[in-house]
DNA sequence: CCAATGCGGATATAAAATATCCGAGTTCAA
DNA sequence: TTGAACTCGGATATTTTATATCCGCATTGG
């Protein structure tokens, strides 16, 4: 079980949005973090779906944040690019084999599947809790303050 | 992203072992469970390589559990099943593009997947806080103790 | 010895992730 | 106003992974 590289690269391009001041096209994001144009589009194209990102079209056009950085989780962009299907599924194999359950009896969700759900949550709630400003804020220490500062740089020369 | 379906039979599988006085040969546990035999064997292995089932070969053969329901959790079935890879993998973008960070300054974990890291942690942190002694008390509560007296009975007529 | 079982690898199929392309629509400049 | 350049968007290939199956070998007990 691996989640899907889609969503490191929409992590780095939510934190690289918050330093644009203008829309940035897909290309430019791609060329910054050195990953192939077609394929990051697609994520970006799911991040607007999800309501993360908005795209601006025509010449001057490309990808703007929705919302403060404070307020754009890791949860809300696992679940734009990974959909919100949950990580165990029941498939209801209880009710296989001779001593299969009665179907009708199935009406709740089985014990297995409640407990799975609880460990689910957990994991959930603790990416509720991480904020793009977050993100931001430990890649700057990570560089002694020099990263964050380069990158709102780069983007303002186009 | 979705959680291999080996994970589902093979927590079947511990709480049908919880029940049984003898060996149970995988032919017997597929039939219980209305699955595949030849790929509930592959998941079995697992467990076994894992520690978390004693396989017993010869004529009256079969698996057995390797410590009590209470002592096994949730997360070494994960773990045996689906290995020990982390959820989120960081690829090391933060390398690449015009603004690519020394490699030889990236012996620190980046940010994002510190934090990815964390919320990982606490969905580990819940598997393992469920045992299989807690599953099959689940079970039995929702068949009003039916389902696992039931169960120990169907492996005793071998 | 013979029958039954677990083990491991090799193989075929199905699904999903990865990577790419071209068209519809918009904006800006001439 | 006209047009050209640029953008996103969805539909399309390719590769990788998961799923499912099979057969031969070693081991155990009758
Ligand atoms: S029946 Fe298998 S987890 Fe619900
Ligand atoms: S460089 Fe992308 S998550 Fe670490």
């Not at 939510?14 to 990051?40: D, F, I, K, N, W």
């Not at 403060?68 to 690019?81: C, H």
């Not at 964050?148 to 983007?155: N, P, T, V």
Request: proline share 6%; charged share 15%; net charge negative.
């Amino acid at each position: 079980m691996r989640l899907s590289q889609g969503v490191e690269w929409a992590l780095h391009c939510c934190v690289s949005l918050t330093q644009a001041a203008e829309p940035v096209p897909a290309a430019r994001l791609a060329e910054l973090h050195g990953v192939p144009t077609a394929y990051l589009a697609k994520q970006l194209q799911a991040l607007s779906r999800a309501g993360v990102i908005h795209s601006i079209p025509g010449q001057m056009g490309g990808y703007v944040l929705t919302q403060p950085p404070s307020a754009i989780t890791a949860l809300q962009i696992v679940v734009a690019i990974e959909g919100d299907v949950p990580v165990f599924q029941c498939t209801e194999i209880r009710q296989n084999g001779p001593l299969g359950v009665d179907p009708a009896k199935c009406s709740k969700r089985c014990a297995i599947a409640r407990a799975m759900a609880t460990a689910e949550h957990a994991w959930r709630e603790a990416l509720a809790e991480i904020s793009i400003a977050d993100l931001v804020a430990g890649i700057d220490a990570d560089s002694s303050n020099t990263a964050i500062d380069g990158l709102r740089r780069w983007l303002a020369t186009g």
